[in-house]
């Protein structure tokens, strides 16, 4: 089942992603979870260029696992998120392809 998660940033997210080393420890969870990932990326400005969260949707069974996920995440344990929404996804349209 599809899960979004969608993070905002606290206040210290600019300092915790100035941490070359919290985010290659990010960047290598969601590596090695990629098979349940079906998209992620960081959020930003409108500038474009500012990250101020992140949106990421994976396929598990549960919103509990969705949760578990996200709180295993290392940039989440170091406090990097302020504010998170899960939700069930109903997939209509994927890269250009119309869900039946």
Partial sequence: MPWLILAEDGETGPALRGDRALMAAMWAYELSIKDRILAAG????DDGVTPTGSLMIVDVPTRADALALYQADPATVAGLRAR???RYWNRAILDGVVSD
């Avoid at 960081?42 to 400005?45: D, F, P, Q, Y």
Wanted: charged share 15%.
């Fill in 42 to 45: 960081s959020l930003r400005a």
């Fill in 84 to 86: 998170v929404i899960i």
